[in-house]
């Protein structure tokens, strides 16, 4: 028994289908962004494999990659939740179907 | 490759919590389990970093993912109280399910098609290599980070600020 890159690689790209369902059909703006972190999570599950089990000579930058994921996500989650308390403020609602004041 | 009936066991048992808790985000029909469930796939995502030998990295995402994300998602939760919490789909949510298995049922056969070449034996990635990378070939990315960073931390203090604090603001300034 054991486990390949293959292994790890089918269970990111799961995750990332699940991340990519959720934040396509979710009503709730908060939930759509949970979304969004899963499929952020599944790529860093794939780089990280890579990392350590693909035949390369620039294993770490999958690390240092990693990294930068994990920076950029926690700034967007901060900015997106922002935006959400702002649109609740204004209209009391969350729900990304009823904020459609851009619509023609 | 990984070997031993220890990780392949760690493997399958984190591969069935993280995947089980991901459908949970999904079917939980309120948003508070929804964003519990969550957290167990952060944490599983850990496991999986530890699994691969990616200590520092597992930690990171403990700290920031469950410590941090987490929490500001719950704040936001919170913060909307009349909003629905009922993690409904909208109307278009079969159009996302065949997104969805189009990009499992297209990538998993092309994964396990693809020729790939693996190491036999692991290398080993010491958290002090990373530390070198990071303030050497990627110096430049890295100072962005921070930049990005202290942007985003001041132009979310300014979406929230309500529109009372910032009358009296102006009116501080009127007075000076």
Redesign the interface.
């Known amino acids: 028994m054991s486990v390949t890159l293959e292994h790890f690689l089918t269970v990111s790209t799961l995750l990332f289908a699940i991340g990519l369902f959720v934040a396509l059909s979710k009503r709730n703006a908060v939930a759509v962004l949970m979304g969004v972190e899963l499929m952020l999570n599944a790529s860093n599950l794939a780089l990280v494999a890579f990392a350590r089990l693909a035949e390369t000579s620039l294993a770490i930058t999958g690390h240092v990659f990693v990294v930068f994921v994990i920076t950029v996500a926690a700034a967007e989650v901060a900015v997106a939740l922002a935006l959400a308390v702002a649109v609740y403020r204004n209209r009391e609602t969350v729900d990304v179907d009823k904020v459609t004041s851009l619509r023609a | 490759?990984?070997?031993g009936?220890g990780?392949?066991a760690a493997?399958w048992g984190l591969?069935a919590l993280?995947?089980l808790a991901?459908?949970g985000?999904?079917v939980s029909r309120n948003?508070f389990h929804?964003?519990l469930f969550?957290i167990v796939?952060?944490l599983g995502?850990a496991g999986?970093?530890l699994l691969?030998?990616?200590d520092?990295?597992a930690m990171?995402?403990v700290i920031?993912?469950v410590g941090?994300?987490a929490v500001?998602?719950l704040?936001?939760?919170v913060?909307?109280p009349?909003?629905?919490?009922d993690?409904?789909?909208?109307?278009?949510?079969p159009?996302?399910?065949v997104?969805?298995?189009a990009?499992?049922g297209l990538?998993?056969p092309a994964?396990?098609d693809a020729e790939?070449?693996?190491?036999s034996s692991?290398?080993a990635?010491p958290v002090s290599?990373?530390g070198r990378?990071?303030l050497g070939v990627?110096v430049l990315?890295f100072q962005l980070?921070s930049v990005?960073?202290t942007?985003?931390?001041v132009?979310?203090?300014v979406?929230?600020r309500?529109?009372r604090e910032e009358r009296e603001e102006i009116d501080e300034e009127e007075r000076r």
Request: hydrophobic share 70%.
């Open positions: 490759m990984i070997e009936a990780p392949v493997f591969s993280t995947l991901a459908g985000v999904v948003l929804a964003v969550l796939v952060f995502i999986f970093f691969l030998s990616a520092f990295l990171a995402q920031i993912y941090a994300i500001l998602i704040f936001a939760i913060l909307t009349r909003a629905s919490r993690n409904a789909e909208t109307r278009m949510a159009v996302a399910l997104a969805g298995v990009v499992a990538l998993i994964i396990l790939w070449r693996t190491l692991a290398p990635l290599d990373l990378e990071l990627w990315p980070a990005l960073l942007a985003a931390l132009g979310a203090v979406l929230v309500s529109p």
